[in-house]
């Protein structure tokens, strides 16, 4: 009886933890990801996110971020995904946007 009253519930998305922004190709990688129903959290550093944040505003303020630098926190949200979640590393392993550390420890 109940039913066009109240809106349909979603399913749950699958987390996706995507750890780096690059300007030229990470939004789109995201967008598919949303478009996949899988619920993206982006973790990067202030720098990483600097050109999108100028570039696109409400992009930027759409999207479920957490900074790299910020590792309680992000320990903390991680811990919260009360199922499996998949990791995606937008880093490369050396260089100005390396991690500095292997991901797995």
């Known amino acids: 009886q109940t ?3 109240l809106p ?3 399913s749950p998305a699958t987390p996706v933890v995507v750890f780096g922004w690059d300007q030229r190709y990470t939004e789109e990688v995201v967008d598919a990801l949303k478009g ?3 619920r993206v959290l982006n973790v990067a550093s202030d720098s ?3 050109a999108l944040r100028e570039a696109k505003q409400e992009t ?3 999207l479920q971020t957490a900074d790299i630098t910020a590792t309680d926190k992000v320990s903390a949200m991680l811990q919260s ?3 499996d979640l998949h990791v995606v590393l937008d880093v ?3 260089g100005e946007r390396s991690i500095g550390e292997s991901v797995l420890q």
């Open 8 to 10: 349909e519930p979603d």
């Open 48 to 50: 990483d996110f600097a």
């Open 36 to 38: 996949s129903s899988f």
């Open 3 to 5: 039913l066009g009253l």
């Open 81 to 83: 995904y009360p199922y």
């Open 60 to 62: 930027y303020s759409n």
């Open 92 to 94: 490369p392993p050396v």
